[in-house]
């Protein structure tokens, strides 16, 4: 156990370090400079030598190599370096951005894998084929829909026509409702196709009879002993959809006004802030990352059939 | 021997079938679903083929759908409601809504062929380079590959974006870029699995040289669930291109995309429904069609 968790984390460091490599060197790249952009405006009015001076504040006039090793030794010490846009340190950027970001993440992923165990559930009990194929159909219909589409079709109908959400104002609950709702659809798509199809396997298998014999209801079975074995593969699905979740975010943040981490990465891409885009393109992936470490962890521990496979 | 001859059957029969892919998905969907066997293609399936067909000719050939110019409007008929003549309403300079969706198709379609393209090409050449080189440069392409897979695709998008900077062509490689390692990991798996068969070796005892049996066998027999997978990454292509249209990173404003045409919409949602309804449900349309192709696609080739 000890060695198999010494190696995932070592694949997931791994991992980590190249995602941070590639978006830095594709970053650098840059052919228009931020610093240009910002500084070279006539109305600042600074001469070529101040803006050279600034560059040298920027990235101390180093080697390439040597800027990436202190980036980098930066980025482990939690110092993201400063945003080029405002001139503030990137963390407190992240930091005034993270917890809203979170929250309606967080809201986000619970609806999604509600809705997720709803759909599929009731597609497992269901015994009438057309509610079958048309719960089952849902999914597709789900992953279909454009996120900033659906949320300005839920500000409208909920918004505009019922008047049951208001569009400005509002408690802090009110204000989350549509935006959490736009955000679970898209994730709770493929938890619910995976689900389904792992509870029509695990109907198929032989114990279910054995159990409907003892005399329980279908409920039961579904519930108790279907249930628990069909988890796992969804259980996986679930720790991918973390990067959709942030993708989600982005989009979700922009279409509802609402201040986060999306719309950080947007005005980082207007602004072409790099070391804003960098620090977000590495804090998405560390969650991914550490989100799915866990998930492969966790399985043995809620499978006991994994365990000796694995020690 | 006989290695051989089933070899070269099996090749030769996927050489006679480019287009017989598309014809086996269509014959033998209702199998698995679990209906009988009829012989009739199933309704789903006509229609998503019919809207792509659809969507395809808008792009094609736009003057046999509308008469209204997408760009110049008329301003006394601004923010009217569908009906007979405005089909989708107009918006607010008085611009025929569905004409802009018709004449928009060329702008998410084409970029969605370019995306499908670049993360095609990029991903089936590295995927297939790692499954037939295999060893150390087989670790090293697909850690890259797990890399791309960790990042989420819309910031891997807008850090592309960041560096090519905005624009239609930009959008399209930068989503392109986004599904190169689902391509990769697809085209090595196949690499992987059909270099293991028989007819492949028997290719190899014949004499054939590296190159010329991946190019001959390997690749053709892998075709399949490669064709499946840029199906599904095309309608994936255009949801990835309108979000980023909708962001304003695409096409500027006067073009009709498809995106834009719903952002633009938002600032008329409490009186005019259509100008961002309707374009939006044309994308879910052309989405949950590409879907539905891709998975008859998958199914009749497994």
Redesign the interface.
């Known amino acids: 156990m000890a060695r198999y968790l010494l190696l995932r984390t070592g694949q997931a460091t ?2 980590l370090w ?2 941070f490599t ?2 830095y060197v ?2 650098q ?4 400079d931020s610093i240009l952009i910002k500084f070279q405006n006539p109305e600042l009015g600074l001469s070529p030598q101040q803006i050279a001076e600034i560059r040298a504040r920027y990235d101390g006039g180093a080697s390439p190599l040597a800027a990436y090793a202190t980036t980098l030794l930066g980025f482990l010490r939690g110092d993201f370096g400063y945003s080029v846009d405002t001139g503030t340190p990137v963390v407190e950027r992240l930091a005034e951005a993270l917890p809203a970001t979170a929250t309606l993440a967080g809201a986000g992923f619970l609806l999604a894998v509600l809705i997720a165990v709803v759909i599929a559930f009731a597609a497992g009990y269901s015994r009438t084929s057309w509610i079958r194929g048309a719960l089952l159909a849902v999914p ?2 789900f ?7 659906l949320g ?2 839920l ?2 109908v909920f918004s ?1 026509r019922l008047g049951l959400v208001p569009v400005i104002g509002g408690s802090e609950i009110q204000q989350l409702i549509l935006p959490v709702l736009t955000l679970a659809v898209p994730i709770a798509a493929p938890i619910a196709q995976i689900l389904a199809r792992s509870i029509d396997r695990v109907q198929a298998q032989p114990f279910v009879p054995v159990v409907a014999a003892k005399g329980a209801s279908r409920w039961w079975i579904l519930w108790r002993h279907v249930a628990r074995n069909a988890a796992l593969p969804a259980l996986t699905v679930a720790g991918l959809t973390f ?2 979740l ?2 989600g975010s ?2 979700t943040e ?1 279409v509802f006004g609402r201040n986060g981490i999306g719309r950080l ?2 005005q ?2 207007n602004a ?1 802030d ?1 070391p804003v ?1 960098l620090a ?2 590495v804090l ?2 560390v969650v ?2 550490v989100v ?1 470490l866990a998930v492969d962890v966790l399985f043995p521990v809620l499978d006991p059939r994994l365990r000796t496979a694995v020690a | 021997m006989s290695g051989i001859r089933t070899g070269k059957l099996l090749a030769g029969k996927f050489h006679a079938g480019g287009l017989r892919l598309r014809t086996v998905g269509l014959r033998t969907v209702g199998l698995r679903t679990g209906r009988r066997r009829t012989g009739r293609p199933e309704t789903g399936l006509v229609l998503a083929v019919l809207v792509i067909a659809v969507v395809v000719l808008w792009a094609l050939v736009p003057g046999l759908f509308t008469a209204h110019d997408p760009i110049a409007g008329v301003p006394a008929e601004k923010l009217r409601a569908p009906d007979a003549r405005h089909l989708f309403g107009t918006d607010a300079v008085g611009r025929d809504l569905f004409a802009r969706v018709v004449h928009g198709s060329v702008h998410s379609l084409s970029g969605a062929f370019v995306a499908v393209t670049v993360g095609l090409l990029l991903g089936t050449l590295l995927g297939s380079l790692a499954g037939s080189a295999g060893g150390l440069l087989d670790d090293a392409i697909m850690r890259l590959v797990d890399v791309l897979l960790s990042v989420p695709g819309l910031l891997l998008a807008l850090t592309v974006i960041i560096l090519l900077g905005p624009g239609t062509v930009n959008v399209a490689i930068a989503v392109g870029v986004g599904s190169v390692a689902a391509f990769a990991r697809l085209a090595r798996s196949e690499v992987v699995r059909v270099r293991r068969t028989d007819y492949v070796e028997a290719a190899f005892g014949s004499g054939g040289r590296y190159p010329a049996v991946l190019w001959r066998h390997v690749l053709p027999n892998s075709l399949g669930p490669v064709v499946a997978l840029a199906a599904l990454q095309f309608g994936m292509a255009i949801l990835a291109i309108s979000t980023l249209g909708f962001l304003g990173y695409g096409a500027e404003p006067p073009t009709p995309e498809w995106g834009l045409l719903i952002s633009e919409g938002r600032n008329y949602l409490a009186t005019s429904w259509w100008l961002t309804t309707l374009p939006g449900a044309v994308v879910v349309a052309v989405v949950l069609a590409a879907g539905r192709i891709s998975r008859s696609i998958g199914r009749g080739t497994e």
């Open positions: 791994l991992v190249a995602a590639t978006a594709l970053l790249l840059l052919p228009g597709s219909l992953v279909s829909v454009p996120v900033f589409w300005i079709l500000i409208q505009f990067g959709e942030i993708a982005v989009v922009t990465t947007e980082a891409v072409q790099t885009m977000v393109v998405a992936t991914f990352v799915n």
